[in-house]
């Protein structure tokens, strides 16, 4: 289950939402703290965690799936989100530095497919990131935010999908341990209990990240997204050709 772009859209545009991307946006910067002349890809509804790389990095592109819709973005700039399946890209093979990945593995029917459709378009130095709920966390089981839909991880589950993949994880941390609340005291002491529940309690964050690294050795064995028919409703200037879209929604 998918959730819809308009409902994502409300979300991080409420406070809640807005803490959430801050706190999201910081642990992404641990992970890759430049990104300088890279090329970004986003899958899922990445955009209010992309902002930060676009005055760095040289491409930066948001592709939400057709179950989702489709979002303008940015709106004050030339577009750069596409509409397109999850699993069949509308890019060549090795085009991207970085993919990051959220609101988007745990809503798939094809997670594995998902992800070695990543596999293609990243180069073979590129990295991934992975941001799904946690099982155990407090974010899978309130309905108030997206991270309550589709299927939730393990941090075992989400290493050994990346493996299967062809991906080697190399690291992984833990976001989101205050609780999903819009009370203005809690939004406020966000950052103090972010770095308690890192320190104290890792289990219990709202969502996991997972980076991965692309197996290289692996570039010689099946190839199965290669060949695929692809379409999209736009594309981010600079980046490819468009193709003739499908009917879609878009915001």
Known sequence: MWTDIVDLRDFYASSLGQMTARLLRRRIREVWPNLTGEAVLGLGFAPPLLRAGLDEARHVAAVMPPAMGVLRWPSESPCRSVLADEISLPFPDLMFDRVLIVHALESTHHPHAFLREAWRVLKDSGRILVVVPNRMGVWS???????????????LQLQSLLRDALFTPTQSTGALYLPPSHSRMLLA????????????FQGLSGVLMAE??????????????????????????GMGRMSHPPSARSF
């Open 212 to 237: 991965a690294a692309k197996q290289v050795y692996a570039a010689g064995l099946t190839r199965e997204a290669t060949a695929k028919k692809r379409s999209v409703v736009a594309l981010p200037q």
């Open 141 to 155: 089981h309130l309905e108030r935010t997206p991270f309550a839909v589709g299927r939730p991880y393990s941090r």
């Open 189 to 200: 002491s966000a950052s103090a209990v972010e770095e308690v529940g890192r320190r104290w």
